[in-house]
């Protein structure tokens, strides 16, 4: 991955969706999608640095060439949390002034939404029908691990990114007070805080399944691995977490 192709009148976007993996970025398009100064690619996830990368900006810029000139642009990948040391690197030689945004949800909660999701395809059936060692193996691999890792992933982009281009919203607040999250955020856009707020649609799950209590041997398990980082979290993020 070579950083030579450096852009230079390419239009690339003003921000980048970059986690966490059912922590609400279907919820956050959304609602960036009802602001009238932000244009949103689609589909919603791209994975262009993750699955479909060129070493060509222009690749990239052509998923933003319909954005109009005046609004803030820009996509949600969530898979882009894990990727490797050089594409990061990449990314901010691309566009070394683009804001992340990161969502974040209660970690235990977010690995069991996962489990249910994408075990059908470990063991061909679903979360719910497994047992514990089971869901336990599913949640050891390491490419589901590494999701809810959150702080492995924003150390990861603050190793190339300043903290001051990092806003995390975590989904708990989009469910109480979905208003004052979209302001914070449309400030840190740097577009009016005061337009494109519903809140009656703000309350609206996405992509929600119908709930199903997590098991207690699973919970056990991810509390114990998960949790531990609880307090270095907040450290990094400066701001008390909404779980543990």
């Not at 703000?202 to 114990?224: S, T, V």
């Amino acid at each position: 991955m070579s950083l030579s192709t450096k852009p230079s009148n390419l239009r690339l976007p003003d921000f980048i969706g970059i986690g966490a993996m059912r922590a609400g970025t279907s919820w956050l398009r959304k609602q960036l999608e009802r602001h009238p100064d932000i244009w949103t690619a689609s589909p919603k996830e791209l994975h262009f640095f993750d699955r479909h990368f060129t070493d060509s900006p222009a690749a990239y810029a052509a998923h933003f060439a319909n954005a109009p000139a005046a609004a803030r642009c820009g996509e949600i990948t969530p898979a882009y949390a894990i990727l490797p040391d050089a594409t990061i690197a990449t990314i901010r030689h691309w566009m070394p002034e683009a804001k992340l945004l990161f969502m974040l949800r209660d970690p235990v909660a977010r690995a069991w939404s996962h489990a249910r999701k994408d075990f059908p395809q470990f063991r061909d059936k679903p979360a719910e029908e497994a047992s514990a060692d089971e869901l336990i193996a599913f949640a050891k691999q390491p490419q589901i691990a590494a999701r809810g890792d959150y702080l492995n992933c924003l150390r990861g982009w603050l190793k190339h990114f300043p903290r001051e281009q990092l806003w995390c919203g975590f989904l708990e607040h989009a469910a109480t007070d979905p208003a004052a999250l979209l302001g914070d955020l449309f400030t840190f856009l740097h577009v009016d805080p005061h337009l494109g707020i519903d809140t009656k649609a703000a309350a609206r799950r996405e992509n929600a399944r119908p709930d199903a209590p997590i098991p207690d041997a699973l919970r056990a398990y991810l509390e114990q691995s998960l949790y531990a980082q609880n307090a270095e979290l907040a450290d990094l993020l400066g701001q008390n977490l909404p779980w543990g």
